[in-house]
Structures are given as C-alpha cells and as structure tokens.
C-alpha cells in the first residue's frame, strides 16, 4: 500500500456502472490511483469490473465493505486487487492473501491492529477515525510496529491531513469529500484535484 506517490483511496459509496469510467478516469487524472467501490452499493461489482478494464493496469482498484472470503473470490474473478473491510476478519484477510490481493481490514483498537497486522493485512483502515482522532493514532503509533500501515478513514477532512500525518498516518480513505451519488464527473474532479493539493502540501517532509 506504500508504492506510488500518494497514499489516498477513494471511496464510490453509491457510484453507478454508467459513472464508474468517466469518475475514475477522473479521480486518475487528479493523481488517485486507488480506488474502491463498497459491495453493500447496487452494481458494485460491475462497477469494479469497469474500472478494473479502464484502470487495472495503472490505478490499483477493488472493492471495499468486504464481509466474506467468497466477496474476496468474486472480486478477484473481475480483475479488483483491493480488499478492504470495515472490520477484520481473519478468513477475509486470509482469503484475501492466498488470492494476492492487497488486504486493508478495519480495525480501531490495539488489539484490532495486533490481529490483523499478525494475520497478514497490508495495511490498517482506522474506522471510524474521528472517533480516537490524531492523538488516538498517535498512541497507537507508540506500540504498533512502523511497518504496520495505517489509514484513517471516516470523519478526515484535507485541512487535517497534516495533523494525522504528523501523528503517524500513511495515507487516508475519502468518501463523501471526493464522490457522493448524484456529483457529476466535473465536481468529482474538482473534488480530486483539491484533495491532492491538500495531501502534497500536508505530505512536505513527512515519510509516507
């Protein structure tokens, strides 16, 4: 989860297969090069499929809301590499690893992360974020190896991503701040460009 030059992955709650092309060529052009599509949205995996075909050899895509190994199986079936979950589940992440998929389960607690960087997850998804804030990962920061990845994800706006970076963010999730249903491709991109401003600017100096 640390090749490439910004550590962000967009989040498609609620995108559409009609939209899923022109918004990630969109969130691609911008500088994004990760993105999921959580499975509980309708047509999520035709959603994934296209943007694995338009985007799967650059941009590293796959779907998020993951609960089951057989949800791990039909991701990998239309091309996603991306796996992340609002929970850890071993059978996930396993399932997820035996596949070569990259493994992002969510987790807050320290045993949580514990868990899940021993079964083998590639990076953490912190969620719900704001609920502990930079100084709760900042803690954490203090006993979880530096290798352990860690993403906040919910309730991080871009004017705070130099306090989570300082306090030892790798990277971050973004939903609504980039796509909520109904954005046309052109707000989107709006959406993505400032985000990207954000993170260059936040990122200055600090090892991502």
């Known amino acids: 989860m640390r090749e490439g030059a910004r550590n962000l992955v967009a989040i498609l709650r609620g995108i559409t297969p009609d939209m899923a092309a022109a918004v990630g060529d969109a969130l691609f052009d911008a500088g994004i090069t990760r993105i999921e599509v959580p499975l509980n949205t309708p047509g999520a995996l035709d959603s994934i499929a296209i943007l694995a075909r338009g985007l799967g050899d650059r941009a590293l895509i796959g779907a998020g809301t993951v609960l089951a190994p057989e949800q791990v199986r039909a991701v990998a079936e239309i091309g996603g590499r991306l796996i992340v979950a609002p929970n ?37 998804k912190l969620f719900p974020a704001f609920q502990i804030g930079p100084a709760g990962l900042a803690a954490l920061r203090t006993v979880l190896p530096r290798d352990c990845a860690l993403y906040p994800v919910g309730g991080v706006a871009p004017a705070q991503f130099g306090a989570w970076l300082a306090a030892g963010a790798d990277g971050f999730g973004l939903g609504g701040a980039l796509y909520r249903p109904g954005d046309t491709v052109e707000a989107v991109a709006r959406n993505a460009v400032r985000i990207v401003a954000a993170w260059d600017d936040a990122s200055k100096g600090v090892a991502v």
């Not at 996930?92 to 607690?109: D, Q």
């Not at 320290?110 to 590639?122: H, I, L, M």
Request: aromatic letters at 8%; proline letters at 8%.
């Open 88 to 124: 850890f589940d071993p059978a996930v992440v396993a399932e997820t690893r035996k596949l070569g998929l990259v493994s992002m389960p969510g987790v807050l607690t320290p045993s949580e992360c514990f868990a899940a960087y021993t079964a083998g997850a590639d990076a953490l």
